[in-house]
């Protein structure tokens, strides 16, 4: 089955520095990949897409300077939480469309947990 | 971004019990899928579906999806504990577009 990897799963970083996600499509080719947002015990929540070679396309309310998202190749995207906050801990997760097929199912990976302290 | 209501939000059950989660919208989805997802982890996909009035089982889990393609439903028979868990459905327009999760159902099932 379609396999997405996220390194790290979890980050503890100091106000004010940047941490960097990285989601990967293991065996198959991934032409959109997905960022969300998770708090406890409530839903996902879309930050933003992104297609290979193109600039992601960001949620209504999401900083873009602040969520850096950049997908260089069709297995690899990253986000870059740029100058965390206390307020930026949250579970990150990714997932990705296996552009193959019938391009209706999102794999998604483990999740990321961020704490910034 | 088409609005997606999932219903109950939660659910505590004791085991041995049946339960229905609903997932409703005024839009119609060209396919819906159900997820589960356990604490720290990213959410697994349990069905796809695509048809009007398609039904499909897992093991205990009963998946349909509306006659007009905007409503399904998840149906867990005899819910074990390992069932316990976050429930999500999330849908696609017709355009291959954004796709929408709903709320979540957190379920419990007790021993």
């Known amino acids: 089955g379609a396999v997405v990897s996220q390194h790290p799963s979890w980050v503890i970083c100091k106000s004010g520095t940047s941490v960097k996600i990285e989601c990967r499509s293991l065996?198959?080719?991934?032409?959109?990949m997905f960022w969300y947002r998770q708090f406890p015990k409530q839903s996902l929540m879309l930050m933003a897409t992104s297609n290979e070679g193109s600039k992601a396309t960001y949620e209504q309310g999401v900083e873009k300077d602040k969520f850096l998202i950049n997908h260089a190749s069709l297995t690899l995207s990253t986000l870059t939480v740029t100058s965390a906050h206390p307020e930026d801990s949250s579970f990150y997760i990714c997932?990705?469309?296996?552009?193959?097929?019938?391009?209706?199912?999102?794999?998604f990976g483990p999740g990321t947990r961020l704490t910034v302290t | 971004t088409q609005l997606l209501e999932q219903s109950p939000q939660f659910l505590s059950i004791q085991e041995g019990e049946n339960l229905t989660v609903y997932c409703n919208s005024s839009?119609?989805?060209?396919?819906l899928q159900w997820y589960r997802q356990e604490p720290g982890e990213g959410p697994v996909l349990l069905v796809t579906?695509?048809?009007?009035?398609e039904v499909k089982k897992l093991k205990r889990l009963t998946f349909q999806f509306g006659d007009a393609r905007k409503d399904s439903s998840l149906h867990i028979t005899a819910a074990q504990p390992g069932d316990t868990g976050l429930y999500l459905c999330q849908a696609g327009g017709t355009s291959y577009g954004k796709l929408t999760f709903g709320q979540g159902t957190i379920l419990t099932v007790h021993p």
């Open positions: 579906v695509v048809t009007g009035g």
């Open positions: 997932s990705a469309r296996d552009g193959s097929g019938g391009g209706y199912e999102q794999y």
């Open positions: 839009s119609v989805f060209s396919s």
């Open positions: 065996d198959f080719q991934a032409t959109t």
